[in-house]
């Protein structure tokens, strides 16, 4: 496929119906914004984490709300990511750390600065409105560049890698498992028959693949290679286990009263959390025969959202990217 110019938005060859809007925000707006924040109750003296820097819109809100002296140790793993961050929250001074890192590794952070505990921690989960707006990352289906989709670029293996190197079945599970794609079996397929005449390295080579197996009507809400591109890119940046071991490791590092809030979007993230809060909030898990509690095990968080909070109309009307947005937040039981 020859090259494109890098501004231009590209839809799939098969399917042009789909009513997706394609016109790029010029304004990188956080999702969630003060209902994130607000759940996280930022005060002054208290010591934050953001996990997920990504352009520093809640890190920024968190710092504010917790003026004079609280602190806000930010997390991310794309040096780019740090790099802005670094520049939109300098006014902030010694009131910020800013760590390049994936929040799993939180533990190791926190003791290298030297805090036991925090009062607070925000992740905003998913893809970057900067990483899908870079053509040269690679993980948009609507604009064309290499098939990377790494987050941390330091990392070994590249979307394009998935694509080329592993396995139908293979691919067909990360589709299924990752994308919840109905479709798995027929795309990696298609996928296997593409990369036989030729190595699949662009992302619009690897959506208009994806598109082929779709009929053009009746038109689609979505593009037909959404799911595609998001399994791939979860599995590039184990982005779920990385989730998992995250939440465990946060929840341990709260103070008492302190809160941990995090912003998904789609069901297998939102499961994730779900879990694991409710886990963190159960009492006795002993069977139900037994007249007495044998196992010891005590509340460890208290639920703060039932059901998630969803971003209302007028914000998905101002940012589409909210609409699939879902926030949960708990707080940490004393001793």
């Not at 352009?55 to 004079?68: D, N, Q, V, Y």
């Not at 602190?71 to 780019?80: N, Y």
């Not at 593009?223 to 286990?241: C, K, M, S, Y």
Request: glycine fraction near 8%; proline fraction near 8%; hydrophobic fraction near 40%.
């Amino acid at each position: 496929m020859g090259s494109k110019n890098p501004n231009e938005i590209t839809r799939a060859k098969q399917n042009t119906s789909y009513s997706e809007p394609l016109t790029p925000s010029l304004v990188h707006t956080p999702v969630l914004l003060k209902e994130a924040v607000d759940l996280i109750a930022p005060r002054s003296g208290g010591v934050y984490v953001d996990g997920t820097l990504g352009a520093g819109g809640h890190a920024a809100e968190i710092l504010k709300r917790s003026s004079p002296d609280g602190i806000l140790i930010g997390m991310d793993q794309d040096a780019e990511a740090i790099e802005r961050s670094k520049l939109s929250l300098a006014a902030y001074g010694d009131r910020v750390h800013i760590r390049r890192g994936n929040y799993r590794d939180l533990p190791q952070v926190l003791s290298g600065l030297r805090y036991e505990k925090v009062d607070g921690v925000l992740l905003d989960l998913g893809v970057s409105w900067f990483h899908l707006k870079t053509p040269e990352r690679g993980f948009s289906f609507q604009l064309d560049g290499p098939l990377d989709m790494r987050m941390d670029m330091s990392r070994p293996q590249t979307a394009a890698d998935l694509v080329n190197n592993l396995s139908r079945n293979e691919l067909a599970r990360i589709l299924r498992e990752f994308g919840e794609e109905r479709k798995a079996g027929a795309i990696a397929r298609a996928i296997e028959k593409a990369r036989a005449r030729r190595p699949i390295t662009s992302t619009v080579q690897l959506a208009d693949i994806v598109t082929s197996v779709f009929p053009p009507y009746p038109p689609r809400r979505t593009h037909p290679a959404t799911l595609t591109f998001q399994a791939l890119r979860i599995a590039v940046n184990d982005e779920l286990g990385a989730l998992s071991e995250g939440v465990s490791a946060v929840i341990p590092l709260l103070s008492p009263g302190g809160r941990i809030a995090v912003i998904t979007f789609h069901s297998l993230e939102d499961r994730i959390v779900k879990r694991a809060f409710t886990a963190e909030a159960r009492g006795c898990i002993c069977p139900p025969k037994l007249p007495v509690c044998a196992c010891g095990k005590k509340p460890v968080l208290k639920i703060l959202t039932q059901p998630p909070i969803i971003a209302g109309p007028d914000e998905v009307d101002r940012n589409p990217a909210a609409r699939s947005a879902k926030l949960r937040a708990a707080e940490k039981l004393p001793d």
